[in-house]
């Protein structure tokens, strides 16, 4: 039998949620809507990049999605999501400034 390994938490998710790289994160989103603004041909390069990068990442995650699945029933995705969990946890121990946001 294959054992069955919930996630409890994703990596991802929690590094997304830290205020230094949701701050970062913002603020270039802030800098690029500006930019696409008040710059029409920056703009129309940025919509060709757009869509680029969109069939990437449907290319991409096509090309993942039979790994993932062969490795999720096998824990070993939830075994490498829990390494690299403990090692965030490591990180903000270590590293105060994570839980600041850019400006502070």
């Known amino acids: 039998p294959v054992p069955i390994c919930p996630m409890q938490e994703n990596v991802?998710?929690?590094v997304l949620q830290l205020p230094v790289v949701?701050?970062?994160c913002e603020t270039?989103?802030?800098?690029?809507s500006s930019t696409?603004?008040?710059h029409p041909l920056m703009a129309s390069v940025c919509e060709v990049y757009e869509r680029g990068m969109q069939g990437?990442?449907?290319l991409a995650m096509w090309g993942m999605e039979p790994v993932v699945r062969r490795?999720?029933?096998q824990c070993e995705f939830a075994v490498a999501?829990?390494?690299a969990c403990r090692g965030l946890d490591h990180l903000?121990?270590?590293i105060p400034a994570l839980q600041y946001p850019v400006d502070k």
């Open 12 to 14: 991802l998710q929690r």
């Open 22 to 24: 949701s701050s970062t």
């Open 28 to 32: 270039l989103q802030r800098k690029y």
């Open 36 to 38: 696409k603004e008040s």
């Open 56 to 58: 990437a990442g449907a």
């Open 71 to 73: 490795l999720e029933p």
């Open 81 to 83: 999501n829990n390494l």
């Open 92 to 94: 903000e121990e270590k």
